[in-house]
């Protein structure tokens, strides 16, 4: 397992290492289990991936536990996940029903290993009720909501806090996602691998045929935006600023994204975007499938700028991967962005289309502005948003609810 | 063995305490009520949270009021408290809310953000590790010092400020207890403004002092 640390070690360096082992020292053979409910697709199983075998890898008994239901319970969690990002959507008591019927068969599944783990982190609404089943547990129960909860819709908070609220801790991304709960809630932004498929380097070979794979002039500027074709991420917006720019300088523009044939508004959204591409042989419009991974890492890096135009974000983990590419990256001015991209530094914040072509037009004519910019996003992305990072602040987290609530724990 | 210098490292865990302010009337409410460990957080956390470097504003009300307010007034007049200059915590939530007053009677209407920019106040907990290093004199600690996580330098030249004898880093009070004549090295050690700069250059500082010191 020491050889699974030793390939981040070259990524982030030795004293980054060492700082985790000495975190990891006083946790050594506790047992801890994740919960979510997928292993595959998602940000979720995205970091689980990365987390679960570092934590195992410094010593740490650690489980990674998905629970199943039926489509009427994904039914119901996609409502409560939507309605937890103010969408006002009414859930039938029927429905709520089998959402907790659905967690109690799998709590008496995994019972076990629940009641003997020492930390059990439980992921999203999906599997919230399981601690209200799990009456005999010995452990500490932390509640990681990874959603923008900042405005939800009142009557299904209310309805979950009835769950969360009985935890130990809950963890949230950012401060201004979290809603206010008895027990302390810890901010840990989310994060990325540096050595998963998405953020790995790739041979130039590799990154090259892209350009032949989708049509793509090596020769003209290529701006783009990766990222789910969805009306808060304002595709249309950014098809206006590539117009915009494209009456001063021969740009491309790639929009891609995966295409989720069961989200009847990304259908929608995907054939708007198509109108508006008006048959321009420039604007590349990719319908890529799930786990296309290294073909989004290498679209990113034959991106000279790259767009996150969104009017709502989350987190925002694509300007995150972005960034760690060395692209600057001009961001819509919301959420998680915010955190990430600083004007002039890593990208600019933009509102409007006009904004953003502005921006591009300027890192464009100033090359080396560009360049200094993208090296100074993935430095910073080197230091605050890998999944070294969140590890290190799990096993911070660890550390603090084992021993008390204080504002100062010395050990050893 | 007496006079050795223990070396730890410290990482830090935010937590969101639920207080929130949407005016400069309510931010001063609230700097009024919380607890000392969000000053704390919001002067000092910068440098070990996920945030960029501001050097224009260094703590983040400072930083609020100036990108959030759009008040360049109040921005600059927070951006100079310098909190090494009180006393405790204490002291330091009164400077601000001097500032604030002094700022809220200029105005006729208090300024307000929309509801996605307001400041949310954060708290935090430290978890404080012994690294089994020890360090014997001041050419071991120039060994040292370039290996140190960044979280030592925190401990010993940030969060020391807040421990007995208070104000002060760890390394220049413990020169100063070996009584061998380090008098210029301790003096160029409390010269370090931690405020404006990273963890990262404080060590760098810190490893040029002790280079320079140990030529002579």
Redesign the interface.
Known sequence: MEEYLEKYRSVVGE??I??LL??A??LQGIKVVHVNSTREGGGVAEILRSLVPLKQALGLEVNWEVISGNPEFYECTKKIHNSLQGNRISISQSMLKNYEGINKENYERLKDVLENADFVFIHDPQPAPLLYHCTNRKGRWIWRCHIDA??PYRPVWRYLKNFVSFYDASI?SL??F?Q?LPH??????PSIDPLSEKNIDLDQAEIESAYERWNIDPHRPIISQISRFDRFKDPLGVIETYRMVKEFLPVQLILAGSGATDDPEGVEVLEEVRVAQRDDPDIHILLLPPDAHRSINALQRISDIILQKSIREGFGLTVTEAMWKEKPVLGGD?GGVR?QV?NH??GFLVNTPEGAALRIRFLLRHRNRLKEMGKKAKE?VR???LIT?DL??H???M??IS?GA??????? | MENTFNIKDCALIAIATGYKAQTLRELRSRIEEVPEGCIYYHFWGGLLRSKFDDPEFPNDFASWARHSLYDKILAERLAIINPIDFENLEGLRWELLEVIDERLDELDIPPWVEPDQQFYFVRSQIVVLDTGIQVKDCNDLREWIPDLSLGSIFYHFIDARRRPPYRRDDFSVWLETLDAGYGTLIQSIRNIDPFFTSLRQIRIELEEILGSHAEG
Request: proline residues 7%.
């Open positions: 004293a980054v060492h700082h000495q975190l020292r006083p900042s405005r949230w401060s201004s979290a206010v302390p809630m810890y901010l840990i932004p919301t955190i600083f530094h890593t910073f230091d605050n948003f990072r290190r602040e096993l911070t987290l550390l603090a021993h204080t504002d100062r724990i010395e050990i050893g």
